[in-house]
């Protein structure tokens, strides 16, 4: 592990040496944890009793019992559970020595507390939110974790489906080098209520922040012009982040069952929203979707590309085409826009990535999104399945590349080491079919579900390979979509060529 900065500097120097050859640009510098983190010696001076980790160590001391994933009169009744709890939460980070529970922390706050995720609330390890306030359990504190941007909320992901550990990781540093802004995270090991819980992913919140994270305007609540991010999941029960707009509603933006509204929410600007705003934001957002769905979609001055970072939807297709991510783009994804620029995506949740959907049938040969929200009109430009192809061929080159990825996927599971087992000493059980008469087998058909942490990285690595080669072979068929056969009704084309 010692050689792991001169293999890093190294490889590097390569690619960097490749892209100017090749005429590619340099890419976004992003904190890897696993090539970066100081390498710890392994300590001396206390007996094997003493909890002792090289990674982040977290600890959580909850005022009350954590509440429930869900609530509800009945099973089929049940409803996600957004109650929280006060809790003391230290944090210990260490630059060069390893963490203890009895260590000073680098942080020690007040903060709310809650279980956290939609289907991963039925799992035994559940992922958590954390949003840090001062003694007044009211305002808002900033707080810097393992030198992400300083702000008040943070997710706990907790992999317990994905016996790899490391799939979210993966996707959002792979996704951080490739777009504008992908979130920041940090291995780390949780103790809840004096409780070992395991190995969880520190991961920053999707939000604005002047310092960090998606940085734009500041909104101005005098003012109805506004940056805004909006999400598209499952919806909100407050009809005032709920949005209406031009095409989106009655395309899919309706509510799922048992959900309050519709699936595309206003998440910035939050509180200090104003009707005028969110009339702002319902009309910028229309204007976008009406010259997308119109006959002069591709038109240079009338069409979509006036209205948004086309680099930004091509990167966010290809890392969630790539990694196989089914939830996007009609769940757990993000858009955002300054006041003053261009609409752009922003990548959330890869718990399902890489042929770990619960079906089988987002398989490493088959292509989704295309025909998904507004890639749909998207993909009928033949100039933006040109810049999808060529971005791609970049993209195979350095990132999504085997050698790459796979020494991407080794160093990882190397500089866990040891937490590896500690998670596994908790959790194991859940490699098994069934335990306690409890059912573990999340992937259908049972013969997909791993029973080892190294048969779970082999199976990664194997869809990988497929992936790629099925991406190289076939990436050219997305050309149909733009095809005037395809088209000629969008398109206002007559059979005899007239319009």
Request: hydrophobic share 35%; with cysteine; charged share 25%.
């Amino acid at each position: 592990m010692k050689y792991r900065w001169m293999f890093f500097l190294a490889i590097s120097a390569v690619l960097a040496l490749s892209m100017l050859a090749g005429g590619a640009e340099p890419e976004h510098n992003r904190y890897h944890q696993h090539l970066e983190a100081v390498e710890k010696e392994p300590c001396t001076d206390h007996g094997a009793s003493v909890f002792c980790t090289h990674l982040p160590l977290m600890e959580i001391v909850t005022d009350a019992p954590v509440p429930p994933p869900f609530i509800g009169p009945t099973v089929d009744m049940e409803a996600r559970n957004y109650e929280t709890v006060a809790a003391t939460v230290r944090y210990f980070d260490s630059e060069t020595e390893n963490n203890h529970l009895t260590d000073d922390p680098v942080v020690e706050e007040r903060a709310q507390f809650r279980i956290r995720g939609a289907t991963s609330r039925r799992v035994d390890k559940t992922s958590f939110l954390v949003k840090f306030q001062e003694e007044d359990l009211i305002t808002s504190l900033d707080v810097s974790l393992s030198g992400m941007t300083a702000d008040s909320s943070w997710a706990l992901h907790g992999p317990f489906v994905d016996k790899s550990l490391i799939r979210n990781y993966v996707c959002y540093n792979l996704a951080g080098e490739i777009m504008e802004y992908a979130p920041n995270v940090r291995f780390c090991e949780l103790f809840l209520n004096g409780e070992y819980w395991g190995l969880y992913l520190l991961t920053e919140k999707i939000g604005y922040n002047e310092n960090g994270r998606i940085s734009f305007t500041k909104t101005d609540p005098k003012m109805a012009a506004t940056s805004y991010i909006l999400q598209v999941d499952r919806g909100t029960a407050d009809p005032r982040y709920s949005l209406e707009n031009f095409g989106y509603t009655s395309y899919v933006n309706r509510p799922l069952e048992g959900d309050a509204a519709g699936r595309l929410e206003i998440v910035y600007p939050g509180k200090t929203l104003t009707q005028a705003q969110h009339d702002y934001i319902a009309m910028d957002f229309s204007r976008f979707e009406k010259a997308l769905f119109s006959y002069d979609y591709d038109d240079p001055d009338k069409g979509w590309r006036q209205y948004i970072d086309a680099r930004s939807f091509i990167d966010f297709f290809l890392i969630n085409e790539f990694t196989l991510n089914y939830d996007a783009p009609g769940l757990s994804t993000y858009l955002y826009k300054d006041v003053s620029g261009k609409l752009k995506m922003c990548v959330w949740d890869f718990d399902a990535s890489f042929d770990y959907f619960r079906y089988s049938f987002v398989t490493p040969e088959t292509f989704r999104i295309q025909d998904q929200q507004w890639f749909k009109y998207l993909f009928k430009d033949k100039s933006f399945v040109d810049q999808v192809v060529k971005r791609y061929r970049d993209l195979r080159r350095r990132y999504f590349n085997e050698e790459y990825l796979f020494s991407y996927i080794d160093d990882t599971v190397a500089y866990l080491g040891p937490a590896i087992d500690r998670n596994f000493e908790k959790w194991g059980y859940s490699f098994q079919s069934t335990c306690n008469g409890k059912n573990y087998d999340f992937l259908i058909p049972e013969e997909r579900n791993a029973r080892s942490h190294e048969e779970a990285v082999r199976q990664m690595k194997d869809t990988i390979a497929q992936r790629l080669k099925h991406m190289d072979s076939n990436l050219d068929r997305l050309y149909i979509r733009c095809h005037a056969s395809m088209n000629k009704k969008f398109n206002n084309i007559t059979e005899d060529g007239g319009t």
